[in-house]
């Protein structure tokens, strides 16, 4: 068998397949197992011409997913040249196959020449290569190729050839804040952009609209070795789109997009209706205008005008829906409609008015007095709370509590040992929302007894008894 160290001719990757692997001598056959003994072939063992088809039919049964080439390596793109080296960068491809990726190549070949020629001996993982002993002033084109056993990619190529010369500065955009988000003005405006860069010796610079060339009669570019103008001096609804802006130096390059809007003010709205009158209300539907301008409706102001004025009102603004309802509108009046369509840049110049007038009429109604429920608030004496058994000491003042309710409010007679308590400066009795008390001042053993507290009105009585003890002092 050949060295494997042998290199290979310089050919494309695709030309050797990796998976395939000569077959091995019988000489150089595996040896078999210790604990089993060594197959003796036979004649068995060999197939006949007629037979041999049925094992490898047998064999073929599960079939395994075909193998596929990895897709093309993607934003291949020059980070750095120099006199003699030029720098790759790129990013993996979307579809690696089954086998798994081995790698990248990397070919060259001289502007003017159909010759490519690959710059690494064996495939690579990184995505950042360095070709080097380049001459200087030479015009190169360059590719990369991902390999994987079943092949080797479509080539991802630079759309520009390289020229080999030493860049001091890089090219890049310098893109201003208010920028990096979609400029707007209006119809007749004029557009102005300046966007610096910066790249040594002094960059290419190329504006291109849905890659194409930017129109030169309405256009104007300005370009210094440190920054671009974009201008246009007075903007139609045509000039809006997404701009790209390309600083290039000797291949390396370095892209901004710019969104441009231009906007005017949006038609009216269509098919504005009447639909319902009621009481003091209006009900009115329309439909979105044709044109927005450009921009999107943020909504709709409606106005109303009364015949004896002429004079338009608005009653509602920002209005989100394509229908609303008027109210308080007042009676014996005729009234008017219109609304408008608003976008960022305003309303819309015209309105849409409503065909038929809407007549606010003075609806004859009856006074319905309510029926309201007598009820009988009448009721006897009730206690609702009862007096308790007290024990007090001598000379230490004491109170005795109990609630009371009926309709009409019931007379308080407070008694001791069924004898009626009159003026006596010894006893203060009261009675305030149902609650009735009876302070007796200073008791001596005298006054202890049983008291009692009775509710009289023109419904009833009620009674309520206690027992109170006067001891003595220790």
Known sequence: APPAAEPAPKKEPKEQPAAEKPPTPAAEQPPAPADQPA????????PAAGEGSSAPAAEAKPKKPKAEPPSSPLSLAVEEVSENSVTLTWKAPEKTGQPGLDGYVVEICKDGSS?????????????????QALSSGDKVHVRVKAVNASGVSVPATLEQPVLIREILQLPRIRMPRHLRQTYV???????????????KPRPEVIWTKGDQP?????????????????????????DSGKYELTVRINGAEDKAILDV???????????????????????????????????????YVVQKSDKKSGKWFTVLERCTRTSCTVSDLIIGNTYSFRVFAENACGLSEKAAVTSRVAHIKKTKTTYQPQKITEWDMMEPPKFTQPLTDRTTT?????????????????????????????????????????????????????????YTCKAVNALGE?????????KGKI
Not at 218 to 232: A, G, L, P, V
């Open 39 to 46: 197959p003796v072939p036979t004649a068995e063992a060999t």
């Open 115 to 131: 010759d490519w020629t690959a710059a690494n001996k064996e495939p690579f993982l990184s995505t950042r290569y360095t070709i």
């Open 462 to 470: 009620a009674s309520v008894d206690c027992k109170l003890d006067v």
């Open 261 to 299: 809007r231009v906007i005017e003010p949006p038609a009216p709205p269509q098919n504005l209706k009447l639909v319902d009158v009621w009481g003091f209300n209006v009900a009115l539907e329309w439909s979105p205008p044709t044109d927005n301008g450009n921009s999107e409706i943020k909504g």
């Open 185 to 199: 003005r209006h119809v007749g405006d004029a557009v102005n952009m300046m966007i610096p860069f910066q790249g």
């Open 394 to 450: 001598r000379g230490y003042s004491t109170h005795l509590f109990c609630c009371v309710r009926g309709f009409p409010q019931p007379k308080i007679i407070w008694m001791k040992n069924q004898m009626e308590i009159r003026e006596d400066p010894k006893y203060i009795a009261m009675t305030k929302q149902g609650v009735c008390s009876l302070e007796i001042r200073k008791p001596s053993p005298f006054d202890g007894g049983v």
């Open 214 to 238: 930017l129109d030169t009669s309405r256009i104007n570019i300005r370009n210094t070795e440190t920054d671009t103008i974009f201008y246009i001096r007075k903007a139609q609804r045509s």
